[in-house]
């Protein structure tokens, strides 16, 4: 199993859909986890921190399941400004961070 | 503005010429990253500072690759002899942490890097 997995998409949907992205990790001691966002040719920002069972900020919730070893990001109500690629992040040792190739979503109008 | 800030943005080379790459992290931050991004991809990580001391590097740090932050300030990233398979996003991020606790890592808008 590679060490971060996500389904590349594109996921293309329309204005105020709700969708989902999946996200697989191989380190079964990792504890914290991050969903980064990044906008064609822009670097990549901090959507959300995952430390437990979940996390909600507005229309993003984002569930873990270490059972499993996955993570979720779901967006409601999707917006147009919400294009962009997705990128699920693990922390590895003390510093690095190991990003998957990114979701990308394109919500049109 | 306070973000991280990278130079050059871009930079177009010839193979076997060497080039340098300067990151200037946010100011009260003590940890300072280099990451690299190809098309299609995930940034991947080559190394970390805290403070002054390299701390761990990547695999794909090659031979070719430094990297310095000589006063634990901004940082160089320098390769040595360019190869096409260089031609990349390079992604400096800072971030604070205290002790051992993974904290937000802040990107900049990153160098690219063209090898012809």
């Given at each position: 199993r590679k060490e971060v997995e996500q389904d590349p998409g594109p996921f293309n949907v329309p204005e105020g859909a709700t969708v989902a992205f999946n996200c697989t990790y191989s380190n079964s001691a990792s504890q914290s986890f991050f969903w980064y966002r990044q906008d064609c040719r822009k670097e990549p920002k901090l959507l959300m921190s995952v430390y437990s069972s979940g996390n909600e900020d507005g229309r993003f919730t984002a569930q873990l399941n270490r059972a499993s070893q996955y993570i979720s990001l779901l967006i409601r109500d999707s917006k147009l400004s919400d294009s962009a690629t997705y990128l699920c992040v693990v922390p590895k040792g003390r510093a690095a961070l190991i990003f998957g190739k990114g979701t990308t979503l394109s919500v049109s109008s | 503005d306070t973000g991280v800030s990278q130079n050059p943005r871009h930079k177009i080379t010839k193979r076997g010429q060497n080039?340098?790459?300067?990151?200037?992290?946010?100011?009260?931050?003590?940890?300072?990253?280099?990451?690299?991004?190809?098309?299609?991809?995930?940034?991947?990580?080559?190394?970390?500072?805290?403070?002054?001391?390299?701390?761990?590097?990547?695999?794909?740090?090659?031979?070719?690759?430094?990297?310095?932050?000589?006063?634990?300030?901004?940082?160089?990233?320098?390769?040595?002899?360019?190869?096409?398979?260089?031609?990349?996003?390079?992604?400096?991020?800072?971030?604070?942490?205290?002790?051992?606790?993974?904290?937000?890592q802040f990107f900049g808008p990153g160098t690219r890097l063209t090898v012809l």
């Open positions: - | 080039v340098t790459f300067r990151c200037d992290p946010i100011s009260e931050h003590n940890r300072l990253y280099w990451y690299r991004q190809t098309l299609g991809q995930g940034p991947e990580f080559l190394t970390y500072f805290q403070n002054e001391a390299q701390l761990e590097k990547s695999r794909l740090l090659s031979d070719r690759f430094s990297a310095e932050r000589p006063k634990g300030s901004f940082s160089t990233l320098e390769i040595q002899r360019t190869e096409q398979g260089d031609s990349a996003m390079y992604l400096c991020a800072s971030s604070w942490v205290p002790g051992l606790t993974i904290n937000e």
